[in-house]
């Protein structure tokens, strides 16, 4: 079945369909019929806008959702500065932080669990490019945490998208428009600016984050494949609407902002988590992975990786992404004469992947783990590791499956990206070995042909036979 049986148990109900306009209300008549801003609004609640682009946006890319709700999001104390000297996500000319832009091919060991740490202070940036004071770029983030958010928190960043991937534990997201249970295999985006907490109801979380600064993820065009395949709308899955009531002014709650890479926090007397009803198309969402349609090659060669794009983000070139979202799921290789791991590569793009479980087929070696991740950068030499090629490169080519078990993932930008000062040092899990124990060790099986008939005067350097010279161009 295509689908993830997860060993914790789903508990929420949700909407689907990926770009969809929904609706929904946890109080039956809380949504007004016809008017978005009515005088009035059912039950005393008041009407609330939440836009995720510019208004005049074209209509196919416009997004926005219309809130109900029994206090506006406006409704809290001026917010200050927090924690300025040790949450910095945004380095460069915003805070004392700097990028390490480096043609060096990366890898990291699995990144540690923080059981001390609660979800806004687990988030680790390692890697990036942009700035998102201008809504350009991405960020790409390690999380670890091992406490919940309080009951009295609520976080949500102003710089861009997260893309969460959990790589081990379950998350207990509820959010202004409702809530979500995100899973290793799944992942779940929660767009800019929308506020939710986080816990942890099966100990201890790690995973991955991709912030994007600049538009909003969609699925990728199918071209000639058709009108169904890789990812399907349909199983995209967006919360119902659900609320809580504590507006006496009894408690306190802290609501938590990122914004230009910095903390910030304000003060408020009601739950932040109050959104009766609502409809639009801007809200978050998940996606099993397990549920991904895999397309490849059923006669020979082995095709780009951009045919497991899950989501992308295009820049304003079509074709080139800001960011794509790759994963490498368990697939049946069955191409004829055809070395079947991804082929040795050089990329005008960025490439940073991750292992949410298994072994990847491309990095038998060892070396590249679950909760591990590894980096090739704008034109950075890349490609399997010398046991992957000698197995592959004698294998028997028949029908087989590959990755049973195992999940692997990309990020990929056409930026160049820059990693922090925590990703190539003070997390200290950077493999030092990685060309020596990937690449190193590649030994050349060239052999010339005996006797040698050399092309185009191609140099000798043993005896053999000069091709056609009226081929040379400029012949001496």
Sequence with gaps: MPLTEFNFPEKYKYQNGFGSYHETEAVEGALPIGANNPQKAPFGLYNEKLSGTAFTAPRAENQQTWLYRILPASSHAPFEARETSTFDTNPGIHGKERWHQIPNQLRWDPFDLDETVDWVHSLHLVAGAGDPTMKSGLGMFIYAAGKDMSLHEAFYSA??????????????????????????????????????????????????????????????????????????????????????????????????????????????????????????????????????????????DHPDPSIFTVLTAQSDHVGTAIADFVIFPPRWLVAEDTFRPPWYHRNTMSEFMGLIGGQYDAKTGGGFQPAGASLHNVMSAHGPDASTHEKASNAELKPMKVGEGSMAFMFESSLMVGVTEWGLKKCAKVQEDYNAESWEPLKPHFKRPTPAKLINGASSGVNGETGDKSQVPHYT
């Design 159 to 300: 710089d861009g998208d997260f893309l969460i991937v959990p790589q081990h534990g379950v998350l207990d997201i509820q959010t202004e428009l409702g809530r979500l249970l995100v899973r290793p295999n799944e992942i779940c985006v929660i767009p800019r600016g929308i506020r939710y907490r986080v816990t942890l109801p099966d100990g201890p979380v790690r995973g991955y984050i991709l912030e994007l600064y600049q538009d909003h993820f969609q699925l990728p065009d199918l071209g000639p494949i058709g009108s169904n395949g890789l990812a399907n709308a349909r199983d995209f899955q967006a919360p119902i609407a659900s609320f809580d009531e504590d507006h006496e002014g009894n408690n306190e709650y802290t609501l938590l902002a990122k914004f230009s890479g910095h903390l910030f926090a304000a003060k408020q007397k009601h739950t932040p988590f109050d959104v009766v009803a609502w409809h639009g198309n801007y809200y978050p969402y998940k996606y099993d992975l397990g549920r991904f349609n895999t397309i490849g090659s059923i006669s020979y």
